[in-house]
């Protein structure tokens, strides 16, 4: 259900000046809190940013703590490596996540050349 929907059904539903029945009350209850379910289930769990700075030579690896625990495990972490430096050695790297846990993971950078970058890591973790 859309939040025009859920609205459509208060206006409907709970109108002023009229009786209210409780199962009218119910429903309009109910939509509201299976839309909050899915308003919730796609709020991303945590959000960051990593100095990763330049990558050893071929691999670097950073433990990214989180500020709390998480209820699971079982998420995706969507992130990006941002260029700060030279952008034709920023762009030699791609990285991997590894060892998700509900108090963090490891991003494993690698680099193609041996070249000096300046990066960071910008991250959002959502529930899967």
Not at 13 to 23: D, H, R, V, Y
Not at 30 to 52: C, E, H, I, K, Q
Not at 89 to 105: A, E, L, M, P, S
């Amino acid at each position: 259900m859309t939040k025009a929907e859920v609205q459509a059904l208060i206006d409907s539903k709970l109108a002023s000046g009229t009786e209210i029945q409780a199962s009218e009350h119910r429903e309009v209850e109910t939509a509201l809190l299976n839309y909050l379910d899915g308003v919730v289930a796609a709020a991303p769990l945590v959000r960051g940013t990593v100095s990763v700075g330049n990558v050893s030579s071929p691999i670097s690896t950073i433990v990214v703590p989180f500020s709390y625990s998480l209820d699971t495990a079982d998420y995706i972490v969507a992130g990006s490596l941002v260029s700060l430096g030279n952008v034709a050695d920023d762009t030699t790297c791609w990285f991997t996540i590894r060892n998700k846990n509900q108090n963090g993971f490891s991003l494993i950078v690698r680099e193609g050349g041996n070249f000096t970058q300046n990066l960071q890591f910008d991250y959002v973790v959502f529930r899967k």
